[in-house]
């Protein structure tokens, strides 16, 4: 099994909406990404964990949560989110150490805030 | 900053042309550079390049590194109309601490036309 699942594969929010992205593999994978994209941009780096452990934040606006319940299973929280915040977003996982660099997509989350 | 430079930005070319795409990188503690092919949503993974000058291929595709240069090539020979897709680039920085960053190009839209 090489895919990472994501649901929903569309989401319409309200700002003043709470709603959550969820993300699964069952590779084995102990990293785990949340990747923004916007249209006819490349993927920006969020968030990064690493056995379950927040590794890395990119500076992302505290409406956005990210969270690692389990070594499987990735979300992402939102809340009070902006029209600019509209995007395509991507999980992605990877091993830890070696190979870390080769990060395997789910599809994505196609988000848009009205 | 991590820079990661694509050429062309688009692409339009007739199925069984050959096609080269470019990715130049300016990184400090480079490690590997990505290949992915993005069709709707989910970026895949093409290759993974480490050392220079040693070619990867997997069927019509290939791709080379030359570290020296800082660039690399995608070359896909026959295209199809399937191949039609944005192709992106990514570079990785292994980072002075425990965790490293993957920084992509902004992508190449290559179409093909039957």
């Known amino acids: 099994d090489t895919e990472v699942t994501q649901t929903p594969k569309h989401l319409v929010m309200g700002m003043t909406n709470k709603k959550s992205l969820k993300c699964e593999q069952h590779?084995?994978?102990?990293?785990m990404y949340w990747y923004k994209q916007k249209a006819k941009k490349p993927p920006e780096l969020m968030f990064v964990?690493?056995?379950?452990?927040?590794?890395i934040n990119e500076s992302v606006p505290s409406r956005f949560s990210p969270e690692c319940p389990n070594s499987s299973l990735l979300n992402l929280h939102l809340h009070a989110l902006q029209p600019e915040d509209s995007a395509l977003y991507l999980c992605?996982?990877?091993?830890?150490?070696?190979?870390?660099?080769?990060?395997?997509f789910g599809s994505g989350t196609q988000l848009s805030v009205l | 900053e991590d820079k990661v430079v694509q050429s062309p930005l688009s692409l339009v070319v007739h199925e069984g042309d050959t096609v080269t795409l470019n990715c130049s990188y300016e990184?400090?503690?480079?490690?590997?550079l990505l290949w992915y092919k993005q069709e709707k949503k989910a970026p895949t993974f093409l290759f993974m390049l480490?050392?220079?000058?040693i070619e990867k291929k997997s069927g019509r595709l290939s791709s080379i590194l030359d570290k020296k240069e800082l660039f690399s090539i995608l070359n896909i020979t026959a295209t199809q109309t399937g191949d039609s897709a944005v192709y992106l680039c990514?570079?990785?920085?292994?980072?002075?601490?425990?965790?490293?960053?993957?920084?992509f190009g902004q992508g190449t839209i290559l179409t093909v036309h039957p």
């Open positions: 992605a996982s990877s091993q830890v150490r070696q190979n870390n660099e080769k990060l395997f």
């Open positions: 590779m084995g994978h102990r990293a």
């Open positions: 964990y690493s056995y379950e452990k927040l590794s």
């Open positions: 990184v400090t503690n480079f490690r590997s």
């Open positions: 480490t050392s220079s000058g």
């Open positions: 990514a570079v990785y920085n292994a980072g002075g601490t425990s965790y490293g960053k993957l920084t």
